[in-house]
């Protein structure tokens, strides 16, 4: 039976996000958190993967008391287990410290055949995550997966189509392994009336700093983030261009010409 791990993130709705232009800070306030759309995707190819093999899927995710809606979100769609790694110490930590914290706390909940991750997150959009956490757990990784084709659990290997800039590419990695996930083939499914109710109510086990064995606070929130943000901001607007339609082709030419001398 696989033992599979999601990693999600609530993240704010950046649609309704907005830059003070005095702080550089993102205005949070009044703008709803949401499970980070591309995680949703990896979430949704867990489950299959646990519907088509059999096993247990839990997720685990980093944040504040508030990230509880979203694995009750994941719990809803098929998560078995959900579990919030909440404290203040973990607070303003980059990819590095979250990853740290994140397979530590993996650790004691058991060894992961699968572990399933979103590409980015729409507030950070770094891509490092995935690739930090493969390493932390010591496991091989396929990014970008457009599909998964088949897990052959004897010889403990997963096939698997990647999407690359120039076409897609069929790999195989050993288990345990590291998947990133496209939307393309895992649009997130909705849940059943059935078990949104049960996730309403269903237990989510909490671990914070003080609870993870061995957790080293050198490592972890502020001090454990090498990454530092000094300033956030939007992009300058440049100015408009122009649209030339003289009636003709030639006309429109002769009248970019012009203008390009004009320049120079």
Same mark, same amino acid.
């Given at each position: 039976?696989?033992?599979?791990?999601?990693?999600?993130?609530?993240?704010? *709705?950046?649609?309704?996000?907005? @830059?003070?232009? +005095?702080?550089?800070?993102?205005?949070?306030?009044? +703008?709803?958190?949401?499970?980070?759309?591309?995680?949703?995707?990896?979430?949704?190819?867990?489950?299959?993967?646990?519907?088509?093999?059999?096993?247990?899927?839990?997720?685990?995710?980093?944040?504040? *008391?508030?990230?509880?809606?979203?694995?009750?979100?994941?719990?809803?769609?098929?998560?078995?287990?959900? +579990?919030?790694?909440? *404290?203040?110490?973990?607070?303003?930590?980059?990819?590095?410290?979250?990853?740290?914290?994140?397979?530590?706390?993996?650790?004691?909940?058991?060894?992961?055949?699968?572990?399933?991750?979103?590409?980015?997150?729409?507030?950070?959009?770094?891509?490092?995550?995935?690739?930090?956490?493969?390493?932390?757990?010591?496991?091989?990784?396929?990014?970008?997966?457009?599909?998964?084709?088949?897990?052959?659990?004897?010889?403990?290997? @997963?096939?698997?189509?990647?999407?690359?800039?120039?076409?897609?590419?069929?790999?195989?990695?050993?288990?345990?392994?590291?998947?990133?996930?496209?939307?393309?083939?895992?649009?997130?499914?909705?849940?059943?009336?059935?078990?949104?109710?049960? !996730?309403?109510?269903?237990?989510?086990?909490?671990?914070?700093?003080?609870?993870?064995?061995?957790?080293?606070?050198?490592? @972890?929130?502020?001090?454990? !983030?090498?990454?530092?943000?000094?300033?956030?901001?939007?992009?300058?607007?440049?100015?408009?261009?122009?649209?030339?339609?003289?009636?003709?082709?030639?006309?429109? +030419?002769?009248?970019?010409?012009?203008?390009?001398?004009?320049?120079?």
């Amino acid at each position: 039976m696989l033992n599979i791990l999601v990693c999600v993130k609530q993240v704010p *709705d950046v649609n309704l996000v907005k @830059i003070d232009p +005095v702080t550089g800070s993102l205005i949070r306030k009044g +703008v709803p958190a949401i499970l980070n759309p591309l995680d949703a995707n990896a979430l949704e190819a867990a489950v299959q993967m646990k519907e088509r093999y059999g096993g247990l899927v839990t997720c685990i995710t980093m944040g504040p *008391d508030q990230a509880e809606e979203a694995l009750r979100e994941c719990l809803a769609a098929g998560t078995d287990k959900a +579990v919030l790694l909440s *404290d203040r110490a973990f607070a303003n930590a980059d990819t590095l410290a979250t990853s740290y914290v994140i397979a530590s706390a993996a650790k004691l909940l058991g060894s992961f055949d699968l572990i399933f991750c979103g590409k980015e997150s729409l507030d950070g959009a770094t891509g490092q995550m995935a690739s930090q956490l493969a390493e932390r757990f010591d496991a091989s990784q396929l990014s970008c997966t457009e599909e998964i084709l088949s897990l052959n659990e004897t010889e403990m290997t @997963i096939t698997a189509r990647r999407e690359l800039e120039k076409g897609v590419e069929t790999a195989q990695a050993q288990l345990p392994c590291l998947l990133t996930v496209e939307k393309t083939n895992y649009h997130p499914r909705i849940p059943n009336l059935k078990r949104w109710k049960a !996730s309403r109510t269903a237990e989510i086990v909490r671990y914070n700093s003080q609870t993870i064995p061995g957790l080293d606070l050198a490592q @972890i929130g502020d001090p454990g !983030s090498p990454t530092k943000v000094p300033r956030t901001y939007p992009p300058e607007a440049g100015s408009k261009g122009m649209m030339i339609d003289e009636g003709s082709l030639d006309k429109s +030419v002769e009248k970019l010409a012009g203008l390009i001398r004009e320049v120079l």
